[in-house]
């Protein structure tokens, strides 16, 4: 079985905001069709990371390269045309527009060139809906949905972009053990289409379940990445992270 090239190359991220190393010198790679799970304590950096990646933040030093080619020197809108979709851990749904055309703006805005028109947007945001299991909510204000279904929005949105990297930021912080599983079993329906998937996630028993691999950040700098199994009870891991929190 040959070697599967990844999709994304990290080299050396550094970002500084001001005397703060907010990521120290990061390097790692996400496999075609892998999920990678990231984890660390609250500060770590894990979201800077997330933003670099997708370009709404602009790093201090080092490379992202996706697909093969540099892409650190591009603007967010860029990259998403080129299959990098996020969701945020704040949602921030349009305020005033329905469910739908929330969706419909990641449609038009997607990879190669997005859709052309409003109408093949709409269409094209509704397979998404369907997608997460919000179709039902197509004809509703955005802004007047309750949390769990915020977050099923998020995805929706991204997955409208037609991402074939899509980075989730706690996509799963505020739900019960019920509305996980739900989550859980979307996020694996994704990868299965063959998005490749990072995650931040503070719910341990979730990333467990998700991650064919871990990276851990700890002050900005990485201190574990490898298989699921032995991260967790990596004796860093533990002391850094896991020791402090339920899992």
Not at 132 to 148: I, K, N, T, Y
Not at 191 to 212: N, P
Not at 216 to 238: E, F, S, T
Request: proline content about 4%; overall charge positive; glycine content about 12%.
């Amino acid at each position: 079985m040959g070697v599967v090239k990844p999709i994304l190359e990290i080299r050396s991220l550094t970002k500084r905001f001001g005397g703060l190393t907010a990521v120290d010198e990061v390097s790692f790679t996400l496999a075609q069709g892998e999920i990678l799970g990231l984890i660390g304590p609250n500060g770590a950096g894990k979201t800077t990371v997330v933003s670099l990646i997708n370009g709404t933040v602009t790093p201090s030093e080092g490379g992202i390269t996706f697909d093969g080619h540099l892409i650190t020197g591009l603007s967010s809108f860029r990259r998403a045309r080129l299959g990098i979709g996020r969701t945020f851990q704040i949602t921030k749904p349009f305020p005033g527009l329905s469910v739908l055309d929330n969706v419909a703006v990641g449609a038009l805005f997607g990879a190669s060139g997005g859709a052309t028109t409003l109408p093949r947007a709409r269409e094209h945001a509704l397979h998404s809906l369907e997608f997460v299991g919000l179709a039902h909510r197509a004809g509703q204000r955005a802004d007047e949905l309750g949390g769990p279904d915020r977050k099923r929005l998020e995805l929706a949105k991204a997955m409208a972009m037609r991402p074939r990297l899509l980075l989730l930021d706690e996509v799963m912080a505020g739900l019960n053990s019920v509305e996980i599983e739900e989550v859980i079993a979307v996020v694996k329906k994704v990868r299965d289409s063959g998005v490749s998937i990072l995650v931040i996630e503070h719910v341990i028993k979730a990333i467990r379940r998700l991650s064919d691999r871990l990276l851990v950040l700890h002050h900005g700098q990485k201190i574990a990445d490898g298989p699921v199994d032995d991260i967790l009870a990596d004796a860093r891991v533990v002391d850094a992270y896991l020791g402090r929190r339920r899992t």
